[in-house]
């Protein structure tokens, strides 16, 4: 799993993907920092970190979707699969490689919430509770990605599936508000990943919410896995 992780993190960095990925999850992180916090003169961080959850959905789609899709493409998952690394070590290598991009990409932002915090009033245990639901959103989101890459050989209908499916998850919050059974209503509203995040950037610390997210990732990982394991042994 270890030498899988190092490749992925090396070919995030020998190819554009990677530094696509955080400059333009930087960029649009910087526009929410002047909308929300420099053009309206408030230390209140909430706003910015909600604000950001609509890049998820365009830019987690451009770091997954080359993880299997790109292998099968140019047939050289044949060697990967036959190397002595289980099925598990080599989705669970590029999940995590993944997932560390993800969390590079966060490490600066933490410059302009220290810049806030030295001229305003930030909460500590807010900020943090915040960047906790950043990073477990985004296991689940990349493990979904995971799975999108595995089922096809193409980058682009990897990407197209993941932002189709992370779109159609945002607007589980219309759609349970919508429906008239309370039931699905609150069904719709369970399985809703925006909907938990509000906890976070409300300042809760939501152990269920990170259950939810570490389930939503095992699933899809699992899955992955086993699809990945069908691919091997035919």
């Given at each position: ?29 910087a ?80 410059v ?102 570490i389930?939503?990732a095992?699933i ?15």
């Open positions: 799993m270890i030498a899988i992780f190092k490749r992925e993190m090396q070919s995030y960095f020998t190819s554009p993907i990677g530094y696509v990925y955080i400059c333009a999850y930087l960029f649009a992180t526009l929410f920092f002047k909308m929300y916090i420099l053009d309206t003169g408030v230390s209140n961080v909430v706003y910015f970190f909600g604000g950001t959850l609509i890049i998820y959905m365009f830019l987690v789609p451009i770091l997954t979707m080359r993880l299997f899709s790109e292998e099968q493409k140019s047939k050289t998952d044949q060697i990967l699969l036959t190397s002595p690394v289980s099925v598990t070590g080599i989705v669970l290598g590029k999940f995590l490689a993944a997932l560390s991009v993800y969390t590079i990409a966060l490490i600066p932002t933490a302009s919430i220290g810049f806030v915090a030295h001229y305003g009033d930030v909460s500590l245990g807010l900020t943090l509770g915040n960047y906790i639901g950043i990073l477990f959103l985004g296991m689940s989101f990349i493990a979904i990605g995971c799975f999108l890459s595995a089922v096809t050989e193409s980058q682009v209908v990897a990407a197209v599936l993941s932002f189709t499916v992370l779109m159609s998850l945002y607007f589980l919050d219309t759609l349970a508000s919508s429906v008239n059974s309370a039931f699905l209503a609150k069904v719709v509203s369970f399985i809703s990943v925006y909907d938990r995040y509000t906890d976070f950037t409300s300042g809760l610390f939501s152990l269920s919410s990170i259950v939810y997210y389930s939503v095992v899809f990982l699992f899955l992955t896995i086993r699809i990945i394991e069908k691919r091997r042994w035919s």
